[in-house]
């Protein structure tokens, strides 16, 4: 099948994202959010992304102004119903995302392909909601979603072949690589991921290491490119406690059990980059940690 329409649930980090990356790949994109001003900080930030490319030289000034072109907001989520393919990128909540996908139903084509940009919940429980659980797959992007190559396809019970297919061949426009993946908790990357990210609180809270000796320890002993706790920031701590408590819950084994620090973390409202404070304080010139 033939897609031209991508229509993107929720416009926060990752939506915005998504939506830059399709529009560049000349795919039509409509992007829904419930909150006015994420749809508008996403525009104002697709803007200033596609104008850094501009400026290294990656695209041309006509291609950043035709993908702005090509990309729509609404705050009617009916409207997105008539969409080549759904990448839904909301809260990281599943009870959210059930009731986003029973709101759009109504309003589908038969031919729309759902998917879910989830980190970490199940797609054929997700898929299990709607009319069309062989047209239902996990379009899994990483963040940032215009530098990081790869796309995790996510196939559940039902998914059938052409739709697997179907994606496959956008993630293969967007110039990604696509990884698939079964439907386990978390997928590939953040099942192996978010217990090192989570393991680097646990070394925090119980005093091994402070913020600055834990980062700088994975990056130059590990030579990781980003500390644990400096990429669980850039993650959004939300995001990545909702990832182990899907992995504790979906795996029933304590050894996935999130650490209490992360957890008052995200109690606190310090969420990392995105609210300003989390491991680091961001609210200075440099990052400051705060442990
Ligand atoms: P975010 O908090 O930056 O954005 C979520 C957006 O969803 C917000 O703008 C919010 O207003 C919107 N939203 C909430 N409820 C909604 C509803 N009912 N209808 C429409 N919009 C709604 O979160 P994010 O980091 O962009 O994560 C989004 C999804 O992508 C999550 O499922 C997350 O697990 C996944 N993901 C995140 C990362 C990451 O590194 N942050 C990486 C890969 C996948």
Redesign the pocket.
Known sequence: MDIQTIGI???????NGIAHVMALAGYDVLV????AD?LNAAMSLIDKNLERQVSRDKITAVAKADAMARIKTTQD?AEVGASDLIIE????HEP?KH??FAALLPHILPHTILT?????ISITRLASGTDRPERFMGF????PVPVMQLVELIRGIATDEPTFAACKQVVDRLGKTSASAEDFPAFIVNRILMPMINEAVYTLYEGVGNVQSIDSSMRLGANHPMGPLELAD???LD?CL??MNVLHDGLADTKYRPCPLLTKYVEAGWLGR?SQRGFYDYRGETPVPTR
């Open positions: 649930v929720g416009a926060g980090q990752m939506g829904t959010d419930v909150n994420a989520i990128a909301a809260t990281e959210t009731k986003i879910s940009n989830t980190s970490s899994h992007f990483m963040n850039f993650i959004g995001t909702a990832i995105k």
